[in-house]
Structures are given as structure tokens and as C-alpha cells.
């Protein structure tokens, strides 16, 4: 018993100092501005999310897919959402934030080709369509089932008379 008072006292020790002995706790990221999602698509909608020196006040965000927008204090956070101008050119645009206290911030959107398929996906040869094989597909189900049926009938006979 002996044995777990020295490790008993070195961990509370250990404990008290971290408890007693840290510095000041973290602060938040300070000034940023961020898109989600961060590419997006003509058209699309993006939420914008913001954080200045006081996150009290409004502030005005900036990008020429959806033009001049104002973050308003919400979770915390600065936040919005924009609509991305339908007949924005794929590429990549710079995110501005303006702050009250005249601080700012920057990041990117990415804007991307809006493509649409000319056609479904290739997923396989089609064996269950219909076609040449069809008919040996539906015979050979409609044999299983009548063999299914056999069988059945066979064993509750059996059942019966022994």
C-alpha cells in the first residue's frame, strides 16, 4: 500500500500546478472572414461567416460574385448569407471584410463551371433490361418458382402421411 501514496502525491501535485500555474486562456482566432462553401457554383447560395475585434457591431463584406454585404452579429459570429450572381465566370474571387474599427479581412471563393450530364451514368451492361435475353430471364424465374412449389407440395404430403 506503500507503494501508491508517492504516485498518489506526485499526481496531485501535478494537478494543482496545472490548476494553479497556466497562463491566461486562449482567445478567439481574432479577425477572419470565411465562405462555406468555400467554392461554389453560379448561382449557388453561400453562407458567410465573420469574426472582428467586437462582434457587437456590424460589418461589411465584400466580393464582386455577390457584391457588398452586411455581417450581422449572430452565435458569436458575423454572419450572412449571399447569393452567387448566376452569370458569374468561373474562377477565383477575393472575400473582403471591413470591420468598424477599420480592420480587415481576406479570403477566397472559388467559382466553378455549373456542368449538367448529357446522360445518366454507366453502371453496368443492362442484363436485367428488357431485350434478347429477357424472355430466358423471366422462364428461368418463373421455373424456380414453380419448382419452389413442387417441392412445398412434396414435403407437406410427406408430413402428412408419415
Not at 501508491?4 to 499526481?11: G, I, T
Not at 491566461?24 to 448561382?43: D, H, K, Q
Amino acid at each position: 500500500m506503500r507503494r501508491y501514496v508517492p504516485a498518489a502525491v506526485a499526481a496531485l501535485a501535478l494537478g494543482l500546478s496545472v490548476l494553479f500555474l497556466t497562463g491566461t486562456p486562449a482567445t478567439a482566432a481574432g479577425i477572419f472572414v470565411e465562405t462555406n462553401p468555400s467554392t461554389a457554383r453560379a448561382g449557388d447560395e453561400v453562407s458567410v461567416r465573420a469574426s472582428c475585434t467586437d462582434n457587437l457591431a456590424a460589418a461589411t463584406v465584400t466580393a464582386s460574385p455577390f457584391g457588398t454585404v452586411t455581417v450581422s452579429p449572430r452565435y458569436g459570429f458575423l454572419t450572412t448569407t449571399a447569393k452567387v450572381a448566376s452569370g458569374t465566370k468561373p474562377g477565383d474571387y477575393e472575400v473582403s471584410l471591413r470591420c468598424p474599427d477599420g480592420k480587415t479581412a481576406k479570403s477566397t471563393l472559388y467559382v466553378v463551371a455549373k456542368v449538367e450530364p448529357s446522360r445518366g451514368p454507366a453502371t453496368g451492361g443492362g442484363g436485367t433490361a428488357p431485350g434478347r435475353h429477357a424472355t430466358a430471364l423471366i422462364g428461368g424465374g418463373l421455373t424456380a418458382i414453380a419448382a419452389g412449389l413442387v417441392l412445398a407440395v412434396v414435403n407437406v404430403r410427406r408430413r402428412r402421411l408419415g
